[in-house]
Nanobody, 114 residues
Framework: VQLQASGGGVVQPGGSLSVSCAASGFTFSSYPMSWVRQAPGKQREPVAT???????IYTDSAKGRFTVSRDNAKNTVYLQMSSLKPEDTAVYYC?????????WGQGTQVTVSS
């Protein structure tokens, strides 16, 4: 299983950014995919999950501002973020739970700063 996140960067407060995660090594379309993030000095926290059927599930911090989507033909999951706040600054990871085991990809840094 390989998960590779990309697309992070620096954005001003109120701005938008999209990150993506390319997956391989498993039947991508069969599994929910999640985005989690970890800010400096804090524990990793969930952000959003997309079911195998394409339904997005969001934490309160992401609801209304973030949109999770997937392209099963490309084995890729996306996280579109808008109205970004400084507290959204973190390393963003995609993850998958396969046969009871959690897999994490290399994260991508998102920094919200003026």
């Amino acid at each position: 299983v390989q998960l590779q996140a990309s697309g992070g960067g620096v954005v001003q407060p109120g701005g938008s950014l999209s990150v993506s995660c390319a997956a391989s090594g498993f039947t991508f379309s069969s599994y929910p995919m999640s985005w989690v993030r970890q800010a400096p000095g804090k524990q990793r926290e969930p952000v959003a999950t997309i079911t195998s059927g394409g339904r997005g599930i969001y934490t309160d911090s992401a609801k209304g501002r973030f949109t999770v989507s997937r392209d099963n033909a490309k084995n890729t999951v996306y996280l579109q973020m808008s109205s970004l706040k400084p507290e959204d600054t973190a390393v963003y990871y995609c993850s998958a739970k396969i046969l009871g085991e959690n897999y994490w990809g290399q994260g991508t840094q998102v920094t919200v700063s003026s």
